[in-house]
């Protein structure tokens, strides 16, 4: 399978996962505008023409803004829970969404895309897991808390775009308000470097071939204090040497290509 990180981070997400066999293709989450994700994907010759569907983890805006004009003008298909779309106002699909529930799994030509729960402040959200032919891809951001299922699942998979959102220390001395530190450090909020690394080393092995790092916070965290604490995972644990990409959150990623 291919991957290509758009945009990852608070100021928009969305993730382009496509068969190299059939050429179709599917976005995870489509929190940039529909421009935005066509210059970036024509970067390296791809088109949303190629994408059957659009897969909602939830309705923030920074996962959901380029839903309604991406849906409208390319006829695309928007998969996400009833809750979500519930929770959604100004960014609903205008129509051909299809309601998926936790633990549902959605088959697109040859890509499957499963549903699971998490904790997040958000109505009912969920990270998915795509599979096409054996290869199979964790896409995990705005997790609050451990997720047993996300421990499990690292364990078999082939790729992996974890949430690294903030470092404890920048957070506790940084500039913001008390009650938004609170928030962010909630079971509903999102996952710490210490809390990402943790489950990496407890639960990866040697089938991990691509480790990707994403939703990193503009004022909490950096790519080398994230590639400072994964280096020190690997060092501890040298039964796995994954190919480690950090996510940007101004530009698109490279092809990454798995199996
Ligand atoms: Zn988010
Ligand atoms: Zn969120």
């Given at each position: 399978m291919n991957i290509i990180v758009l945009n990852s981070g608070s100021n928009g997400n969305a993730v382009y996962v496509e068969s190299p066999r059939s050429g179709a293709a599917v976005l995870?989450?489509?929190?940039?505008s529909r421009r935005q994700i066509e210059v970036r994907l024509k970067v390296h010759?791809?088109?949303?023409?190629?994408?059957?569907g659009l897969f909602i983890t939830h309705e923030h805006a920074d996962h959901v803004r380029g839903v309604p004009v991406t849906a409208k003008m390319y006829r695309m298909p928007t998969f996400l829970t009833e809750a979500t779309w519930r929770g959604l106002r100004m960014n609903?699909?205008?129509?051909g969404h299809r309601f998926i529930r936790s633990g549902e799994t959605v088959k697109v030509e040859d890509i499957s895309v499963q549903a699971f729960p998490k904790s997040h402040d958000a109505q009912d959200p969920v990270f998915f897991l795509v599979t096409i032919g054996e290869l199979r891809f964790l896409y995990v951001t705005d997790l609050g808390v451990h997720n047993d299922e996300v421990a499990r699942l690292l364990g078999e998979v082939d790729a992996a775009l974890l949430e690294s959102n903030y470092d404890e220390h920048m957070l506790n001395t940084g500039p913001y308000p008390e009650h938004l530190k609170e928030r962010i450090r909630a079971p509903h909020g999102h996952l710490s470097n210490l809390q990402a690394m943790e489950l990496i080393e407890r639960h990866c092995n040697g089938r991990l071939h691509t480790l990707i790092f994403g939703?990193?916070?503009?004022?909490?965290?950096?790519p080398e204090i994230v590639q400072r604490e994964i280096d020190a995972v690997l060092a501890r644990r040298p039964d796995f040497r994954p190919r480690i990409v950090i996510a940007s959150r101004y530009e698109v990623g490279e092809v990454l290509s798995v199996g």
């Open positions: 995870l989450d489509c929190g940039i010759g791809r088109y949303l023409q190629n994408v059957r609903r699909p205008h129509k939703h990193l916070s503009e004022n909490n965290n950096t």
